[in-house]
């Protein structure tokens, strides 16, 4: 999974339940991370796994910090 899917999955309205997420070992970077928190379409969203994707540790709190309100978000990195 890259950046092009993840932003396709951003604009899902169809998986609004969805708590977890596993994006572990994959191509995605902070673009395909930032759109993906941005999209209100996961209000459920508490865990994030990006673990061995090209990121960097440091981008990780701008991204929550613009992301919709929920009550939890994990992001494992």
């Known amino acids: 999974v890259g950046d092009p899917a993840l932003a396709g999955l951003a ?8 708590r977890e997420l596993g ?7 902070t673009a395909g991370v930032a759109a993906f928190l941005r999209s209100p ?3 459920a969203l508490a ?5 061995g ?8 709190l701008p991204l929550v910090l613009a992301a919709p309100d929920r009550p939890e ?3 494992l990195h």
Do not use: C, M
């Not at 994006?23 to 970077?29: A, C, D, Q």
């Not at 865990?47 to 673990?51: F, G, P, Q, V």
């Not at 994707?53 to 990780?60: G, Q, S």
């Open 11 to 18: 604009s899902a309205a169809r998986f609004r339940d969805l």
């Open 23 to 29: 994006l572990g070992v994959n191509r995605v970077t």
């Open 41 to 43: 379409n996961f209000p």
């Open 47 to 51: 865990s994030l796994a990006l673990e």
């Open 53 to 60: 994707n090209p990121i960097d540790h440091a981008d990780l």
């Open 73 to 75: 978000l994990t992001l």
